[in-house]
């Protein structure tokens, strides 16, 4: 099958880049040195951070959202994932919003391997699902 994708790759990228660099992300703190005598904390750039993205298509208009009020029609959209360091934010299409985000320190073993499995396989769980999957809640 064979769909059309929604949203610019720019506009995915773009957005999903400045949410997590402006407010997903956790500040990268710089402790003090000999040259610096206090401790600076700053918000990460771009330049901080790996992107990954790839075309995803999900059952409904929600994306991965869960939003109540959803199209029924298959919509395929660029899943956008934004890593620094081990915290990861997960976006879905051109929106911004951050889907979900954690660290990959505090994730349980078996949660790691179900996030491994499906990262690797290009399809992530929407919000619903992932709370069952990586992140162990109901």
């Known amino acids: 099958m064979s769909y059309e994708i929604s949203g610019s790759p720019f506009d995915a990228i773009h957005a999903a880049l400045s949410a ?18 206090i401790e600076r904390i700053v918000r990460p750039t771009p330049h901080d951070c790996t992107v990954y993205m790839w075309p995803q298509t999900w059952p409904d208009t929600a994306l991965g959202y869960d ?22 934010c997960v976006y879905f299409g051109t929106r911004g919003q951050c889907a979900y985000a954690f660290d990959r320190n505090d994730l349980k073993m078996e949660n790691l391997k179900n996030w491994d499995e499906d990262f690797c396989m290009r399809d992530l769980a929407s919000v619903r699902e992932s709370k069952k999957r990586y992140f162990n809640e109901n």
């Open 67 to 88: 939003d109540q009020i959803a199209g029924q029609a298959f919509t395929t959209a660029y899943t956008v994932v934004i890593m620094r360091k081990g915290n990861y």
């Open 20 to 37: 997590a660099c402006s407010r997903d992300l956790p500040n990268i703190v710089y402790p003090p040195s000999r040259y610096n005598k």
